[in-house]
C-alpha cells in the first residue's frame, strides 16, 4: 500500500538534501538538483523501510502539518519564534534567557 509522507528538501549552495517528517529514525537524500536529492530520498526511504520494517513509517501518527520558523543561536543562548511573528522571539533556553 502506498504511503504519501511530507517531505522537506533545502536547497544550498553546494547542493540539495531531503529529509522525510515522522519517520524512525534518520534518512536523508542528497543531489545536485532538488529532483536529485527528492529521487535519492525516494531510494533512502524504501531501503529504511525494508531494513527496519514498515512500522518506521509511523503510519498510526502521520504528521498533520510542518511549519518552518527561525531560531537565533549563540554559544550559550537559542531563541525561538511563532511561525506568525519569525521576528519576535517568544523565547530563549540557555545562559542569557532574558534575551526574548
Do not use: W
Not at 504519501?4 to 517528517?21: Q, T
Not at 530520498?41 to 498510526?60: K, M, P, Q, W
Not at 498533520?64 to 520558523?69: F, G, H, I, K, S
Not at 537565533?72 to 506568525?84: D, G, L, Q
Amino acid at each position: 500500500m502506498a504511503q504519501s509522507l511530507k517531505v522537506v528538501v533545502e536547497r544550498h549552495p553546494d547542493g540539495s538534501i531531503a529529509y522525510p517528517l515522522g519517520v524512525r529514525g534518520v534518512v536523508v537524500g542528497q543531489g545536485d538538483t532538488v529532483d536529485e536529492a527528492h529521487a535519492d530520498l525516494v531510494s533512502a526511504i524504501a531501503f529504511h523501510e525494508e531494513t527496519f520494517g514498515r512500522e518506521v513509517l509511523n503510519e498510526d501518527q502521520p504528521v498533520l502539518a510542518a511549519l518552518v520558523t527561525e531560531a537565533r543561536v549563540t554559544s550559550t543562548t537559542t531563541c525561538f519564534s511563532a511561525p506568525s511573528a519569525p521576528h519576535k522571539p517568544i523565547g530563549c533556553t540557555g545562559a542569557s534567557e532574558s534575551q526574548a
